[in-house]
């Protein structure tokens, strides 16, 4: 009796082994954790504001950009582009923008409100086949963000990623 509870507390040991193996080997360490891309530091901040203008710096709440394509234009590793809230007529189109794990690019809607969130129009309500574009086309792009946006109005395709 005493030598079958042995042996079933070793086949129990020996499964939780095989079994926290098998999890340990089954965890994709390529993909960053929460606390890996909170810990990335924002080097500067682009602000756009339907109130601001393309000219101005965009390096202020009080200098903000009008459009959102101003502020890709000029954004660099590391830094962020806080929107507004308001409403966006544009498409936008993010192209050879490369951040890294340490300094991604990240365009944030400044609010943490959903019903006020920024919203990007494309001015679209139709579809045809010839006003199919999406409402943001990202290429060949990496370690871009989009956080607390909504897009409104675009056509057939809302966004389209190609190599990124």
């Known amino acids: 009796m005493k030598n079958k509870k042995i042996l079933v507390l070793f086949a129990v040991f020996v499964t939780l082994v095989i079994a926290g193996l098998a999890y340990y080997l ?52 590391g830094y962020e582009i806080l929107v507004s809230p308001g409403v966006y007529k544009e498409k936008l189109v993010v192209s050879n923008l490369v951040g890294t794990k340490d300094k991604p690019i990240r365009i944030v809607g400044d609010s943490t409100s959903t019903s006020t969130y920024p919203i990007i129009d494309g001015g679209d309500p139709t579809y045809s086949s010839s006003t199919d574009k999406p409402g943001v086309t990202v290429s060949k792009s990496s370690w871009v963000s989009f956080e607390r946006l909504n897009l409104k109005d675009h056509s057939q395709s809302t966004y389209y990623l190609d190599g990124s």
Not at 42 to 70: E, Q
């Open 26 to 77: 089954s965890i994709d360490k390529d993909v960053p954790t929460e606390s890996e891309t909170e810990a990335s530091v924002v080097l500067g901040t682009y602000y756009v504001s339907n109130s601001g203008s393309d000219s101005n710096s965009g390096t202020s709440k009080t200098t903000p950009f009008k459009t959102i394509a101003k502020a890709i234009s000029v954004v660099k590793p």
